[in-house]
């Protein structure tokens, strides 16, 4: 079964809105959550680390007032694109790693496919 | 050079084939690694990890050699069910994943 649970699966919206995502961590709890975007036939890049309780971490290029993140609890994070341009039409994936065990690979949540027009 | 690099494809094979995809990458100091697979506008799913000494799961055997940087993936008795894309993915530290542009893979009947 799922292990990262991510809402909503699709969004279309008119350019200048903001879009929030979820991400939760489904019978674990996580301090570390990971943003990844994916624009069509490329590969997923990681836009940021989320950390509970303090700052995301983003990775070089991303804009931190564009790509808003909280991680207010240990099983949610939310990634909001503020007043989003077309531009920013892509794929984000939030994922996670059980804690615990050292070299565990991450677990996804289903994406997010966000239309800008 | 790109962190993590593979094949190009797109792979077109028809069932029962063997297929074999490569990957290479750039961070020696990278501490795990992995095969993912992603289906058109879907979320990757782990398909193995990859160990040292080479491990099989199924029809699919992963191997990696640390000193030339290099994984493979080997798919035996292909089915139209593989056809996807398989992602390489490098752990380089602090649970951060890099991941290859992935290689698509199309089994025919």
């Known amino acids: 079964g799922a292990v990262v649970s991510q809402h909503p699966s699709w969004v279309i919206c008119k350019s200048g809105t903001s879009v929030k995502i979820e991400c939760r961590s489904l019978?674990?709890?996580?301090?570390?959550m990971f943003w990844y975007r994916q624009f069509p036939k490329q590969s997923l890049m990681l836009m940021a680390t989320?950390?509970?309780?303090?700052?995301?971490?983003?990775e070089q290029g991303v804009e931190k007032d564009k790509f808003l993140i909280n991680h207010a609890s240990l099983t949610l994070s939310t990634l909001t694109v503020t007043s989003a341009h077309p531009e920013d039409s892509s794929f984000y994936i939030c994922?996670?790693?059980?804690?615990?065990?050292?070299?565990?690979?991450?677990?996804f949540g289903d994406g997010t496919r966000l239309s800008i027009l | 050079r790109k962190e993590v690099e593979q094949d190009p494809g797109p792979f077109n094979v028809p069932e029962g084939a063997t297929v074999a995809f490569n990957c290479t990458y750039s961070?020696?100091?990278?501490?795990?690694f992995f095969w993912y697979r992603q289906d058109c506008r879907k979320e990757p799913k782990l398909l193995m990890s990859?160990?040292?000494s080479g491990n099989e799961d199924g029809r699919f055997t992963a191997q990696l050699n640390r000193a030339s940087q290099y994984i493979s993936l080997l798919i035996r008795d292909s089915k139209l069910s593989d056809s996807a894309t398989y992602l390489c993915?490098?752990?380089?530290?602090?649970?951060?994943?890099?991941f290859g542009k992935g290689t698509m893979l199309l089994v025919s009947p």
């Open positions: 994922s996670a790693r059980i804690p615990g065990v050292s070299n565990q690979p991450q677990h």
């Open positions: 019978d674990f709890q996580a301090t570390t």
């Open positions: 989320s950390n509970e309780g303090s700052k995301a971490t983003y």
């Open positions: 961070n020696s100091a990278s501490q795990s």
């Open positions: 990859v160990y040292s």
């Open positions: 993915v490098v752990n380089r530290g602090y649970s951060t994943l890099t």
